[in-house]
């Protein structure tokens, strides 16, 4: 028997509205339905069984290769591309390419640099979520922009202190782009680093910094590798 493919879906902030039409019918009607409780939120109508991803990736796959032993459809929900620093990473580890059918939305990266109206296939794309600074602060150095995931411990605030004291000139130019994808809750803050350390945002935000260091040439960039569930 040839098992059905689980479908792995990005989701925006702009929540169904974010999801193909020829994918909607098929999170609504999943047998098994797993994601973030923001992901799951927003499809409030989905009739399947729900799984947290709280419960651990671990018993999240379990769950998902019984669904897909029993011949019953399931849906992972992921935030942006569940590709790039999510959950995708970690569901290889657990599933052969194959057996995985990913449709990406947006990333929150493309999200924030469309909401600046800048270029960005010249920017370090940096993660501070459940990850150590330094390598954010080596790879601000390789590129002339860098946007960077914060997640509720590395604040920008933090991420901006750290900046500091690698050496980044305290009027530096930076912007906070919160809650992309939302149309009513989406917004954008230009700011400098040293203001930074005094401003709070809300939790979901990508903080985008304009190098004012020379590119540093013996800092290799950071790779995008990621284990990541939300
Ligand atoms: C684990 S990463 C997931 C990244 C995701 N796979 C992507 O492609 O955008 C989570 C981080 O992405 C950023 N993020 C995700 N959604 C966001 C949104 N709607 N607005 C602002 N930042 C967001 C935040 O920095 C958040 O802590």
């Given at each position: 028997?040839?098992?059905?493919?689980?479908?792995?879906?990005?989701?925006?902030?702009?929540?169904?509205?974010?999801?193909?039409?020829?994918?909607?019918?098929?999170?609504?009607?999943?047998d098994?339905?797993?994601?973030?409780?923001?992901?799951?939120?927003?499809?409030?109508?989905?009739?399947?069984?729900?799984?947290?991803?709280?419960?651990?990736?671990?018993?999240?796959?379990?769950?998902?290769?019984?669904a897909?032993?029993a011949g019953q459809r399931?849906?992972?929900?992921?935030?942006?591309?569940?590709?790039?620093?999510?959950?995708?990473?970690?569901?290889?580890?657990?599933?052969?390419?194959?057996?995985?059918?990913?449709?990406?939305?947006?990333?929150?990266?493309?999200?924030?640099?469309?909401?600046?109206?800048?270029?960005?296939?010249?920017?370090?794309?940096?993660?501070?979520?459940?990850?150590?600074?330094?390598?954010?602060?080596?790879?601000?150095?390789?590129?002339?922009?860098?946007?960077?995931?914060?997640?509720?411990?590395?604040?920008?605030?933090?991420?901006?202190?750290?900046?500091?004291?690698?050496?980044?000139?305290?009027?530096?130019?930076?912007?906070?782009?919160?809650?992309?994808?939302?149309?009513?809750?989406?917004?954008?803050?230009?700011?400098?680093?040293?203001?930074?350390?005094?401003?709070?945002?809300?939790?979901?935000?990508?903080?985008?910094?304009?190098?004012?260091?020379?590119?540093?040439?013996?800092?290799?960039?950071?790779?995008?590798?990621?284990?990541?569930?939300?």
């Amino acid at each position: 028997m040839t098992h059905p493919r689980i479908l792995v879906i990005g989701v925006t902030g702009a929540g169904q509205g974010s999801v193909p039409v020829a994918y909607l019918d098929q999170i609504l009607t999943a047998d098994v339905l797993v994601g973030g409780s923001r992901q799951l939120d927003y499809f409030p109508e989905a009739r399947g069984e729900r799984l947290t991803l709280t419960c651990g990736i671990g018993a999240a796959a379990d769950r998902l290769r019984a669904a897909q032993a029993a011949g019953q459809r399931a849906v992972v929900l992921a935030s942006g591309d569940p590709l790039c620093y999510g959950i995708g990473s970690s569901l290889r580890r657990f599933f052969a390419a194959e057996e995985l059918l990913f449709v990406p939305a947006p990333t929150a990266y493309q999200l924030a640099f469309a909401a600046l109206g800048e270029a960005w296939h010249d920017a370090a794309l940096l993660s501070a979520h459940n990850r150590p600074l330094d390598t954010v602060v080596a790879g601000v150095r390789t590129a002339p922009k860098a946007a960077i995931l914060t997640d509720d411990r590395q604040t920008p605030a933090v991420i901006a202190q750290a900046l500091l004291e690698a050496g980044l000139d305290p009027t530096t130019r930076c912007a906070v782009c919160e809650n992309l994808g939302d149309a009513e809750q989406q917004r954008v803050v230009m700011t400098t680093l040293t203001e930074l350390l005094e401003q709070t945002f809300a939790p979901l935000n990508v903080l985008v910094v304009w190098n004012s260091l020379p590119p540093d040439a013996s800092v290799s960039p950071p790779t995008s590798e990621d284990t990541d569930a939300e």
